[in-house]
């Protein structure tokens, strides 16, 4: 505590925890002049000591108190988040689906749906918006209120995928990046129309076998170019066949304190391991190998998402 008009100090009393100096006491002169005796000493020692560790305590209650409201509005936000994501999950239209869904802090900036677009068309979506926490989930809702808009006018892939694009560069100019995979499966003709602006390949496996290359086509991220056109391709399906779509939270867990990832290669270790069971089956065995590692090797949100065509 400093004294205006009074620079004559008499004593500084080093304050130390663990041998090291974290702060100094001043003590000023006394009114008549006297020295301090050494009783006077040992005490401005111990009252230097409990001093620091008042404003220690204060400190950290403060800090306790920030980290309380963050985490409560997180919740408050996990809350809101939960309503935007699929609860029911579409039957009659040719395949079954399951999915499993990780927030990395509660909120999520992966994205994922899928809607009913008539009797034999169903829309899939997964995408994944740059960084994690309430800024991503922030925009992930207004990316999924445009996406919900567009399926009402009966907008095209194409025409989605533009109307997003817009958004995101004309609101923030590259500084905010979306990776999307949206496929429009027609249970008809078995062939889904996709188009994938930066995101994951989806893993086909056929016959106990991964086809790696019957997604080639991709086109940028969305936000990182305006005049991106963004064109829809064709695939075929079998009956049989397993379509995974994922976000890269999974592939970046590291399997190593040298910091390698698992890859890729871990989950379709998993849907091979478990050739012979359900969509649902499958992802629920992910899910449970995914609560296996620790803690800290899990750096980002995941997302996953599991089809069998009928």
């Not at 005490?43 to 204060?58: G, K, P, T």
């Not at 209650?61 to 579409?90: C, G, H, T, W």
Request: charged residues 25%; proline residues 3%; negative net charge.
């Amino acid at each position: 505590f400093e004294r205006e008009g009074d620079d004559e100090v008499d004593l500084l009393i080093p304050v130390k925890e663990n041998d090291t100096v974290i702060g100094v006491l001043k003590v000023w002169r006394k009114k008549d002049g006297s020295t301090f005796h050494e009783s006077e000493i040992q005490f401005l020692q111990s009252a230097s000591v409990l001093l620091y560790h008042l404003i220690e305590n204060e400190i950290l209650y403060m800090e306790y108190s920030e980290n309380r409201r963050y985490e409560k509005e997180l919740d408050a936000a996990s809350y809101v988040q939960m309503r935007l994501f699929p609860r029911l999950i579409p039957v009659g239209k040719g395949f079954s689906c399951s999915y499993f869904s990780r927030p990395f802090i509660k909120v999520t900036g992966d994205y994922f749906d899928f809607v009913s677009l008539d009797d034999d068309r169903t829309l899939f979506a997964m995408g994944d918006v740059a960084g994690h926490g309430l800024s991503a989930a922030t925009l992930l809702a207004v990316t999924d209120h445009i996406i919900a808009a567009c399926v009402r006018e009966r907008k095209n892939l194409s025409q989605i995928f533009t109307e997003l694009n817009n958004f995101f560069t004309s609101r923030y100019r590259g500084t905010e990046i979306m990776t999307l995979f949206m496929m429009v499966y027609d249970r008809r003709s078995r062939r889904g129309e996709y188009i994938n602006a930066g995101h994951c390949l989806p893993i086909l496996i056929r016959s106990g076998q991964v086809m790696r290359n019957l997604f080639p086509d991709r086109s940028l991220v969305l936000g990182a170019n305006q005049h991106e056109e963004y064109r829809p391709s064709l695939v075929g399906f079998l009956p049989g066949d397993d379509i995974v779509l994922y976000t890269d939270g999974i592939v970046e867990i590291q399997k190593d304190q040298q910091g390698n990832n698992v890859g890729d290669i871990f989950l379709i270790d998993v849907m091979l391991g478990a050739a012979d069971e359900s969509i649902e089956e499958k992802i629920g065995l992910l899910s449970r190998r995914l609560e296996q590692f620790p803690r800290n090797s899990i750096l980002d949100d995941i997302t996953v998402l599991g089809l069998r065509i009928d």
